[in-house]
């Protein structure tokens, strides 16, 4: 994973902690450094990326949308309390998540953690799992590959955004509260802002093309959550 942050003191903390629980750690203290090793890793490039938003080049929101440009790696936005804008306008771009300054390192540790054993739980076994395809009408939604697919041609969300789709899409017309789909989803007992799955639903909205004045993908349930509104295809 990569650590990005201008602070020596945190980036190093962070490392130990991860380190210490087995994880590979590369780390950086600015947005160019991070491009630049991004691009060296490949793709799929690390597993996580850590990005502080306060960078002191490009800026952590800069960074955030070059990665959302070629790749879909998980994206853990580290922010102070005073940037509540920069921390949902980051989530608009493709942030999976936001931990805020000050932070327990056991914490980040957890989250990330999550995360990988997520990417774990879904790169499988050999044999494909119960409906690894889900089919609608215009939509198709291969879990295994983690591909999308609509009458336009491909969409491309963010990994968290991938897993949202699904979950939803998993059991169409159940409705979500925000608090279910974060467990659903994080994975973990969140203690941030439940607006995160809104801004995501947003962003899913955007690519798939689902206009929220009138959806016909994600119905909003007022007061309560969120459904997804194809029927599986015959």
Known sequence: M???????QIRAVLRAYLEADGFEVAEVGTGTE?????????EPPFAVVLLDIG????????????????????VILVTARS??????????????DYITKPFSPREVVARV??????????????????EAVLAFDGLVIDRERREIHNSVGPVTLSALEFDLLVALAAAPGRVFSRAQLLQEVWGYDFYGDERV??????????????????????????????????????
Do not use: C, N, W
């Open 2 to 8: 990569l650590i990005v942050d201008d602070e020596p």
């Open 34 to 42: 991070a491009l630049r090793e991004l691009d060296r890793a490949g």
């Open 55 to 74: 960078l002191p080049d490009l800026g952590g929101l800069e960074v955030l949308q070059a990665i959302r440009a070629v790749s879909g790696v998980y």
């Open 83 to 96: 940037e509540e804008v920069d921390k949902l306008v980051g989530l608009s771009v493709g942030a999976d």
């Open 113 to 130: 953690k999550v995360v990988l054993r997520r990417a774990g739980d879904r790169s499988g076994g050999d044999a494909r799992p119960p």
């Open 197 to 234: 799955v809104d801004v995501h639903i947003r962003g899913m909205r955007a690519a798939l093309g689902d206009d929220a004045a009138r959806p016909e993908i994600i119905g909003t349930v007022r007061g309560v959550g969120y459904k997804f509104l194809l029927r599986p295809a015959p």
